[in-house]
């Protein structure tokens, strides 16, 4: 798979993700099974904004094409890591602010997947994105990146 495939990949799985926190019962605190999936959120999105921003971001960050879409990249998990914290925090307002992660990232994907992956695959072509998506896969197996 691809570096964008598998970037994809976790797009919808962190998607899925929240999808199911919505899903809880109204007042329901952010506790047992809950907390388990929000954990696994987290720790999901940590793992994609690490790979990410090694492997892709990096390639992309000085070419003139894609440096300012990178940029605003970097504030986007910025922003998720912040609404990340604050959701770590016990607070009944949890929802509000799923909420405002879910757009956040609804913004991110749709940037990233219209904009600057078909960007990527034209500047860094496919031979290139498939070493990346082995030095993902590496990372994630928690080993080094030069594969």
Same mark, same amino acid.
């Given at each position: 798979?691809?570096?964008?495939?598998?970037?994809? %990949?976790?797009?919808?799985?962190?998607? !899925?993700?929240?999808? %199911?926190?919505?899903?809880?019962?109204?007042?329901?605190?952010?506790?047992?099974?809950?907390?388990?999936?929000?954990?696994?959120?987290?720790?999901?999105?940590? !793992?994609?904004?690490?790979?990410?921003e090694q492997i892709?971001?990096?390639?992309?960050?000085?070419?003139?094409?894609?440096?300012?879409?990178?940029?605003?990249?970097?504030?986007?998990?910025?922003?998720?890591?912040?609404?990340?914290?604050? !959701?770590?925090?016990?607070?009944?307002?949890?929802?509000?602010?799923?909420?405002?992660?879910?757009?956040?990232?609804?913004?991110?994907?749709?940037?990233?997947?219209?904009?600057?992956?078909?960007k990527a695959e034209?500047?860094?072509?496919?031979?290139?994105?498939?070493?990346?998506?082995? %030095?993902?896969?590496?990372?994630?197996?928690?080993?080094?990146?030069?594969?």
């Amino acid at each position: 798979m691809t570096a964008i495939e598998l970037l994809k %990949q976790d797009h919808d799985e962190a998607m !899925m993700m929240i999808e %199911q926190l919505e899903r809880v019962e109204q007042g329901a605190q952010l506790r047992g099974s809950n907390l388990a999936l929000f954990g696994r959120l987290k720790s999901a999105l940590t !793992m994609h904004t690490l790979v990410e921003e090694q492997i892709l971001y990096h390639s992309l960050a000085n070419l003139e094409e894609t440096k300012e879409m990178i940029k605003e990249s970097y504030d986007g998990h910025r922003t998720m890591d912040e609404l990340l914290v604050k !959701m770590s925090a016990p607070s009944q307002d949890w929802r509000a602010v799923l909420g405002e992660l879910k757009a956040a990232l609804q913004h991110h994907v749709r940037e990233e997947e219209s904009e600057l992956f078909p960007k990527a695959e034209r500047l860094l072509g496919g031979q290139r994105l498939q070493v990346m998506g082995r %030095q993902i896969k590496n990372i994630k197996r928690g080993k080094a990146a030069t594969a």
